[in-house]
């Protein structure tokens, strides 16, 4: 298994400002996920982020809007810019053991915007 | 399209009572299949999959879950549920290769409450 760890684990932010999440895995990864978690709901995808190349966004989601880097296989930061009070919400990263297709998801980074 | 269904929002059984969390789903091909578990201000913990072979699997803390390729379904269980097992759990399924890697689809959860 993989031990992920989170940075911050929780914030209050003003709107129109941003806030860089970051995630940091004991092991190195080829495929990160970022999700989003609102409020009494399920998970959302909101991108999948492989080293070296540019990440993936689901639909829904820019690059914008959420910008992501991914400079090594350990390590990755998800920019959540110009916020309003909708991107209240948990983020949470993930990586994929490859050899048993298991995710392993970080603590998460409870977003609360005013 | 993908989709997981959780149909109950929330499930309340007693202590030492058998419990069942539901989920079917609809995904092409044959989909690795997932539980997950979330307790309060954590994030979610494997619990046990369905990749291949028997239809009946063992994971962690006791739960095992059926698959059932005719009705789609693999409903989470547990023979004697206890107050700590109260948390929000969550059915995902991992499409075939070949389709996006990785991806896992997430079912909305179900808040299991365990009353002593």
């Known amino acids: 298994s993989a031990v992920i760890s989170q940075k911050p684990s929780r914030d209050i932010c003003q709107r129109g400002t941003s806030l860089t999440i970051q995630c940091q895995v004991d092991s190195q990864v080829t495929m990160m996920f970022w999700y989003r978690q609102q409020p009494g709901q399920s998970l959302t995808l909101i991108a999948t982020a492989n080293q070296g190349s540019e990440a993936t966004y689901e639909s829904g989601f820019v690059i914008d809007k959420f910008p992501i880097s991914r400079p090594n296989l350990t390590f990755s930061t998800l920019t959540v810019s110009n916020m309003s009070p909708e991107d209240s919400s948990i983020y949470l990263c993930s990586v994929e053991s490859g050899a048993t297709y298991e995710q392993y998801f970080g603590p998460g980074t409870r977003l609360t915007v005013t | 399209a993908q989709s997981v269904a959780q149909p109950e929002d929330q499930v309340n059984v007693a202590e030492g009572n058998p419990l069942t969390v539901k989920c079917t789903y609809s995904v092409s091909g044959n989909p690795y299949l997932f539980w997950y578990v979330q307790y309060p201000n954590r994030g979610l913990q494997f619990l046990l999959k369905?990749?291949?072979?028997?239809?009946l699997v063992k994971g962690s803390y006791g739960f095992e879950a059926e698959f059932n390729k005719s009705q789609t379904s693999f409903h989470l269980k547990k023979p004697s549920a206890l107050v700590s097992d109260s948390a929000l759990y969550f059915c995902a399924v991992l499409p075939p290769r070949g389709s996006t890697l990785g991806r896992l689809y997430f079912g909305r959860g179900t808040q299991l409450t365990v009353w002593p």
């Open positions: 369905y990749i291949t072979g028997d239809n």
